[in-house]
Every structure is written in structure tokens, then in C-alpha cells.
């Protein structure tokens, strides 16, 4: 004799909106890239990045950022997702997600931002190896060019908090000056 399974308990399907599959879906395909670029460029596989050891280590810390910021915005994109389900299997009042124009350009940019922070973190680190170094040229260690993937990583991955320091920098360089005496 069959048991009787209790539907109650059974997760309900829950009809989300086009765009938030094709979110997923890009949210996989930008670490699929990112982690084959990666390996792409370690193995020398990609020409155009091979012409300037420069350009391919931009290219490489892009491609950390990229992965990290990918990483974390599928993170975030798992984390609603699971909410809600455990919400309704908990019999929990939640607030369904909204899956506006706003929340779509987030996540579908967040990568492609990760990107460029990855590269630029590549650029500024540069400068400031130039900068201290009496030498003409610097010759980055493996050890060193490691320590920036790693910075451009988790600068993707936080992407927010590397444009809110980057912006109170900026603040400070460019506020005008305090005038006035203390009394």
C-alpha cells in the first residue's frame, strides 16, 4: 500500500518573470567566461591579449573582477530567490520580488563593472609601484601579480564598497578648501 504524501508541505511553484531566468542565466555565463578567460589568458590562448604583457595582466585582473563580481551578484541573486521560497514553505509574510528595470540593470551590469574595477585596480596599484620605485622600469614578482589578482577579485566582489571609498577619495581631493579660522 502507497503512502500518502502530504501536499502541504511540498514547495509551491513560484511564477517569476522571463527576465529573472534570463538574469540567472547570464549570471552563469559570466563566470563560465570569466573562468575560461582566466584560463585563456594563463595559457596563452587568447593572441590579441599577447602582445603586451601590460595589457594582459589588465586583462587578467579584469577578468578576477569580473569572476568576483559575478560571483557575488549570483550570490545576492540566489539569496532573494531562496528567501522567498523558504518564506512561503514557512508560511512567513514576505514582500515578492520586484523585477523591475532597476534590479534587472543590476544585476546584467554588475559583471561588465567588475571588469573594469578589476582592470582599473590592475592600473592603480601600477602607479603606485611606479611611483615608489627609484628604478625606470618595474618588473612585478609572481607573488605580486597573484596578491593583485586577489585585490582585483574582491574588489569585483564588493564592487560597491571599492566605488564608495573611490568616491570619498575623490571628495576629499576635490572638496574646495576649509576657509575660515577657528575662534
Not at 563580481?69 to 539569496?79: E, H, L, S
Not at 567588475?114 to 618595474?138: N, P
Request: with cysteine; hydrophobic share 45%.
Amino acid at each position: 500500500m502507497k503512502e500518502k504524501i502530504d501536499t502541504t508541505k511540498l514547495s509551491p511553484i513560484i511564477k517569476y518573470p522571463t527576465i529573472c531566468y534570463v538574469v540567472g542565466i547570464w549570471m552563469i555565463l559570466c563566470i563560465i567566461i570569466s573562468s575560461l578567460g582566466i584560463v585563456g589568458v594563463h595559457l596563452h590562448l587568447i593572441e590579441v591579449v599577447e602582445k603586451s604583457s601590460i595589457f594582459r595582466i589588465h586583462v587578467y585582473c579584469g577578468l578576477f573582477g569580473m569572476l568576483g563580481a559575478a560571483i557575488a551578484a549570483t550570490r545576492k541573486y540566489y539569496k532573494v530567490l531562496i528567501t522567498e521560497s523558504t518564506n512561503i514553505m514557512n508560511g512567513i509574510e514576505y514582500i515578492p520580488s520586484d523585477w523591475n528595470l532597476g534590479r534587472t540593470y543590476y544585476y546584467l551590469t554588475r559583471p561588465i563593472l567588475g571588469f573594469v574595477i578589476g582592470a582599473i585596480t590592475y592600473t592603480l596599484s601600477f602607479i603606485g609601484f611606479q611611483v615608489l620605485s627609484e628604478q625606470v622600469t618595474v618588473k612585478i614578482s609572481n607573488e605580486g601579480r597573484y596578491l593583485l589578482f586577489a585585490l582585483s577579485f574582491i574588489s569585483g566582489f564588493s564592487v560597491s564598497h571599492v566605488l564608495s571609498r573611490v568616491e570619498a577619495i575623490a571628495e576629499q581631493i576635490f572638496s574646495p578648501a576649509k576657509q575660515g579660522y577657528d575662534e
